[in-house]
């Protein structure tokens, strides 16, 4: 049970449809910035493709580098030159390098992959948003509604919507149009 009556009038599905489509077209982008957007993606990917390359080349030699002073450790202690307590205080030093080399080289395999995903999303969203809205079917615009925005408040039939992070700045002017002039 709700404590007391509701002061809010009632409001009709397809008058909060055209509020929603109204707000969430403000994020919108055109064909003309989302092919631009794709051209500077494929871009910034070859860069980034290249970067990720040589971290993870590093990442590698590193590892193999490890590995080879773990092999030695473990010569010396068959060759009697270390103590086991010396050995195992050193080979648990290495593991814990390699085990840290390791999650570097997945998360930078990781990044690689899921930067230019969410990216594509971002721009793909934006460039659908306003098409979505406006003949999309009801759980397509609850998707995208869930997907650019939060914090979504309807009083006195007035919509108040924040936009997640990225798409909040689409609402910038000056980023719009930086853009544009590039």
């Known amino acids: 049970h709700r404590k007391g009556k509701c002061s809010q009038g009632t409001m009709i599905t397809s008058d ?6 109204k707000e969430v077209s403000k994020i919108a982008i055109d064909q003309d910035v989302w092919q631009l957007g794709i051209k500077l993606l494929k871009s910034k990917h070859s860069e ?11 990442f590698q030699i590193k590892f193999g ?11 010396m202690r068959a060759d009697g030159e270390l103590s086991k307590d010396e050995f195992l205080v050193q080979k648990q030093l290495l593991i814990e390098e390699q085990d840290k080399c390791q999650r570097l080289m997945r998360d930078s395999e990781k990044s690689a992959r899921t930067w230019l995903e969410l990216a594509e999303e971002f721009l ?30 309807l009083k006195d039939k007035k919509l ?14 000056s980023y719009r149009t930086d853009v544009l002039r590039d």
């Not at 580098?65 to 010569?75: C, G, V």
């Not at 108040?160 to 002017?173: A, N, T, V």
């Open 16 to 21: 909060l449809e055209k509020l929603l489509s």
């Open 48 to 58: 980034e493709t290249k970067r990720n390359s040589e971290h993870l080349h590093a």
């Open 65 to 75: 580098m490890l590995q080879d002073k773990l092999n030695r450790l473990i010569s």
């Open 124 to 153: 793909d969203n934006a460039y659908k948003v306003k098409e979505v809205m406006e003949s999309g079917n009801t759980e397509a615009k609850r998707n995208m509604i869930m997907t650019v925005g939060e914090n979504l408040s």
């Open 160 to 173: 108040d919507i924040s936009f997640k992070q990225p798409y909040d700045i689409l609402l910038k002017p």
